[in-house]
């Protein structure tokens, strides 16, 4: 189906098949039905390699797919000086577009993620002529689709170069964390006029939050996660004249820096958290009929702290919640190696012997209900 974009009195708008269409995605490769019943129509991947199966999962599904094509990154060894290299990623690219380009879920390609990052000038100037060169080629092959590029967050002269450099790209993406909610803001002043999507937005990254002495990350809980991705979506999305959607980070779980720091959905076991509450209130405009449990304080003498060998570590949930629900602790060195899982109970002290060996830990809960909602903390410790 045709995708375009239209230039309104107040800013922009998506067009899908001559209709209206805002973006409420997610990136991920799980938890598709979910997705939709909390309001999704979209999905975002980061590669296109072997998307056929999703595309063809997100038709039944009624979503639609933005295709990441992946472009090199230079820590990754890619050279954008390197004319072979470049030629053989462009080859890529053409074959990519020419096998999904008539597949009825595509909605958008997006060519590379965060691949400027690490860039010296000249270096920048070859990757963005090469983004230019295949959004050319995606114009004049698939004419149906448009073409947007995804850069980590922004700045006046990344702009100033993707403006100069590749002017046939459609729509920008914008990777943003702590800055997503004033990301509007900052493009307007930053003289940007083409229409925009949040590619990624969720909590605070782990370089974005205090640390402890040794440079363990303080991590947010799911509670308090949930109301940064309400507020982001209020502030940087809904109701923007240039924005088209966005694509909230991560409809899966990952372990990244944490198991628990990306992830809108429970490891192994798939329990939703608050996040998923959030967007499916911001896209349904309805509160969620059994929200997850509410995690009002972790609280523990050791939070942040050193302990020496042996000793007891205490620690006490305090939750708000309408149904009964199950407590599992969990303790990791730092690294994430797995170490020990015991039960709990809400509301009473939780208390396990402190590692005899010195390092870095982090005591984890997860709290489960009946209904599939879970929340989650943890807090760092050193043993020292």
Aim: hydrophobic letters at 35%; glycine letters at 10%.
């Amino acid at each position: 189906m045709k995708t375009s974009i239209e230039k309104t009195t107040a800013g922009w708008r998506l067009l899908r098949g001559d209709k209206p269409y805002f973006v409420r995605g997610a990136g991920g490769a799980h938890y598709l039905e979910e997705l939709v019943a909390a309001g999704g129509n979209s999905l975002r991947t980061w590669g296109a390699d072997e998307v056929g199966g999703m595309l063809d999962k997100c038709q039944r599904l009624g979503l639609t797919t933005t295709v990441g094509i992946w472009l090199g990154h230079k820590e990754h060894g890619f050279r954008y000086t390197d004319p072979k290299a470049v030629a053989g990623q462009f080859d890529a690219i053409c074959g990519h577009v020419s096998r999904d380009k008539n597949h009825p879920a595509l909605l958008c390609w997006a060519l590379g993620n965060e691949m400027e990052n690490g860039l010296d000038d000249s270096e920048t100037e070859a990757m963005w002529k090469h983004v230019e060169q295949a959004a050319q080629y995606i114009h004049k092959t698939d004419p149906d689709h448009l073409t947007m590029t995804v850069v980590a967050e922004i700045s006046d002269k990344k702009l100033a170069q993707l403006k100069t450099l590749a002017p046939s790209v459609d729509i920008l993406g914008v990777n943003a964390y702590g800055g997503a909610a004033s990301l509007p803001e900052r493009l307007k002043k930053a003289g940007w006029t083409k229409p925009y999507i949040l590619t990624e937005f969720g909590p605070l990254g782990p370089w974005e939050v205090g640390k402890t002495e040794w440079g363990a990350a303080r991590e947010a809980t799911s509670t308090e996660k949930g109301k940064r991705y309400a507020e982001t979506y209020a502030k940087g999305v809904a109701g923007q004249p240039t924005c088209l959607g966005s694509y909230v980070f991560l409809w899966d779980d990952k372990l990244e820096a944490t198991p628990t720091w990306f992830g809108m959905f429970l490891p192994k076991t798939g329990e939703r958290l608050a996040a998923v509450d959030a967007l499916s209130q911001a896209w349904t405009g309805k509160p969620v009929a059994k929200p997850c449990p509410e995690l009002v304080s972790l609280s523990s003498a050791a939070e942040g702290k050193s302990v020496a060998p042996g000793s007891p570590l205490s620690a006490t949930l305090t939750l708000r919640t309408t149904e009964p629900v199950q407590v599992r602790w969990e303790l990791r060195r730092e690294n994430n190696t797995w170490l020990t899982e015991l039960p709990g109970a809400a509301g009473k002290p939780f208390t396990l012997p402190v590692p005899t060996e010195p390092g870095a830990y982090r005591l984890f809960v997860y709290v489960r209900d009946s209904s599939g909602g879970a929340a989650t903390a943890n807090f760092p410790f050193q043993v020292k």
